[in-house]
């Protein structure tokens, strides 16, 4: 179901008029990634959305938040990529250790315990903080490159340009301070989709840039989402109906899956790393499927052969020839 949370905008007294106002300047929509590994990915899901975006940026780590070097191929990766004109700012980032005040600060004023899962700020790990600091320069960048609004991406997650651009169009209309959309996510090939369709969690898709809304960890959202992706004071959010635009997430689709696992930051959350490792190697679709997350193992069950929707080279199944392509 679509849904709309408006908190800021009172609702026309005469029913003939809309509730929304216009977005009162032309799109400008940047793209900031945030990057340590899964380099092998990120030119692909650069192209998915470059017809739909005026300035990409990527801030990128050498060592991980778990103190982790990374792959050789991730600087000569983006230094390509950059030359190619696909990026256009590159902005590296050293994982530090957050004191209590800095923590206390970062952390959504609003944030109950449950929206800290039980936590404290004294109790939250570095790596949250890492990984929202990065999502905050990325958006302070796409600021400085006068765009209106701005996508906080990972390099597994791709979109379709007919659907981001009809989405555009809407928040142009519309002036949707945030969108959120529901996710097909994608298991070691990127022909094979996981199923059922997960209905709980959202990814957020694009935000405006206001100096008021920047990323603090757990603002209260009325909708599950990663807590280092949200902004304060966004009020104006709409859920984007799957028949118009879902973010295609190939998540475990990676040339090292050891590296996806190990640098994760929920890795805590995942269930018995290295017996997931071992399976992981000898998995085909024609297996029971397997999953570290608890919540996903026990969501997914079953898979189905899809199109390379992306042309993803990494693990494509095109290369066995035994799998018919359904959808």
């Not at 991406?153 to 981001?164: A, G, R, W």
């Not at 996510?185 to 022909?191: A, G, M, Q, S, T």
């Not at 405006?208 to 909708?223: C, D, G, Q």
């Not at 004071?233 to 879902?246: A, F, I, S």
């Amino acid at each position: 179901m679509t849904a709309v949370i408006n908190y800021n905008v009172a609702k026309s007294q005469d029913v003939n008029k809309p509730w929304w106002k216009p977005f009162p300047k032309k799109m400008k929509l940047g793209a900031a990634y945030n990057l340590f590994d899964g380099e092998e990915l990120l030119e692909a899901s650069i192209l998915s959305i470059k017809q739909n975006v005026d300035y990409v940026c990527v801030v990128y780590q050498e060592t991980s938040n778990f103190g982790i070097k990374c792959n050789e191929s991730l600087l000569p990766c983006l230094f390509k990529l950059r030359n190619a004109g696909l990026i256009d700012e590159l902005i590296p980032y050293i994982p530090k250790t957050f004191s209590l005040e800095e923590k206390k600060q970062l952390v959504s004023s609003r944030a109950t315990g449950l929206d800290l899962g039980g936590a404290t700020p004294e109790t939250i790990s570095d790596t949250f903080f890492n990984e929202m600091t990065k999502r905050e320069m990325g958006r302070l960048a796409c600021e400085k490159a006068e765009c209106t609004h701005f996508m906080s991406m990972d390099t597994d997650e791709f979109y379709l340009t007919n659907e981001l651009f009809n989405l555009k169009q809407l928040v142009q209309k519309r002036g949707y301070e945030g969108v959120l959309a529901k996710m097909r996510y994608f298991f070691k090939y990127p022909e094979c989709e996981l199923l059922p369709l997960d209905e709980e969690n959202c990814v957020p898709v694009m935000y405006e840039i206001s100096k008021n809304m920047k990323f603090r960890l757990s603002v209260p959202y009325p909708f599950m989402i990663d807590p280092t992706r949200r902004l304060a004071e966004c009020r104006l959010l709409y859920v984007c109906p799957r028949t118009d635009l879902v973010m295609y997430h190939y998540s475990f689709v990676r040339k090292s899956i050891e590296s996806k696992v190990m640098n994760v930051s929920n890795r805590n959350n995942y269930n018995d790393v290295r017996q997931f490792l071992n399976k992981f190697k000898s998995w085909s679709p024609s297996k029971p499927l397997i999953h570290p997350h608890p919540y996903f193992k026990k969501l997914f069950q079953k898979t189905r052969i899809v199109k390379n929707f992306f042309n993803i080279e990494c693990n494509s199944l095109e290369s066995f020839g035994e799998y018919d392509i359904m959808i």
